[in-house]
């Protein structure tokens, strides 16, 4: 039950701190409310009452009145602590909801780059020595070919063959030179088309590492990152 507004001692109410009426809780001490809005508004008393009713006024932008006037009651236990809070209306309640956070504005995720780059060791995609694809290989490739697609349809492609520094240049440039028409061939048979591919072979150039071993088993896994394979596909956008 809420008393009759034309009782209130404080005519016409006031207007709370709004922070204060969203702090509200139970467990709250009457002097701890009497702090925040002062005493309440009817006859009821302050101490040896188990309620409080206030008149409390809120600015609106639209309507014929420039605020609202609410009724506001406050319910406590036997030792004083508040336990209950109403409103009539009982709408009143949103006019000290806290306001919903502002999202934070989205920007587009960039475009993906038009040029993928990928680099394959050839120890994974053939055997010693050998120039023909190892089913792993294969597998590579494919997954390349499907994250190139990802993006969109892919306009070129160039397959660049490197071997290391071991044996003469004049084998190891034919090896590379192989070993990237063989990943071309498979390309093609995966559905690249054959006029937007080339291969090259580099041989034992632009290493990506140098190294001092001696003993051939050390030199030969020290070697390993520049016997590669180096595939770069353009998307068009």
Not at 73 to 90: E, R
Not at 114 to 139: E, I, K, M, N, Y
Request: aromatic share 10%; proline share 8%.
């Amino acid at each position: 039950m809420f008393p009759d507004p034309a009782d209130a001692m404080v005519k016409g109410g006031t207007f709370p701190n709004v922070e204060n009426l969203r702090a509200m809780a139970p467990g709250m001490t009457k002097h701890q409310l009497y702090t925040m809005f002062g005493p309440p508004h009817f006859h009821e008393g302050v101490w040896g009452v188990r309620e409080w009713d206030y008149l409390f006024n809120f600015r609106v932008r639209n309507g014929e009145h420039p605020f609202v006037t609410c009724e506001y009651k406050i319910l406590f236990d036997k030792h004083d602590i508040a336990q209950s809070f109403y409103w009539k209306p009982a709408s009143c309640a949103d006019l000290i909801a806290e306001p919903a956070p502002v999202a934070a504005a989205r920007h587009p995720e960039p475009a993906p780059e038009p040029v993928q780059r990928f680099t394959f060791s050839t120890d994974t995609l053939f055997g010693f020595d050998a120039t023909r694809l190892t089913p792993t290989g294969q597998h590579q490739l494919d997954a390349m070919l499907d994250r190139i697609r990802q993006y969109g349809r892919v306009s070129r492609m160039q397959v660049t063959g490197y071997t290391d520094r071991i044996g003469s240049a004049t084998y190891n440039l034919d090896l590379s030179r192989k070993r990237a028409q063989s990943v071309r061939d498979y390309l093609v048979g995966e559905g690249v088309a054959d006029a937007i591919i080339q291969a090259q072979g580099r041989g034992e150039q632009d290493p990506l590492v140098t190294c001092t071993n001696t003993q051939r088993v050390p030199l030969v896994r020290c070697l390993a990152p520049n016997r590669r394979v180096e595939v770069v596909g353009e998307v068009a956008r």
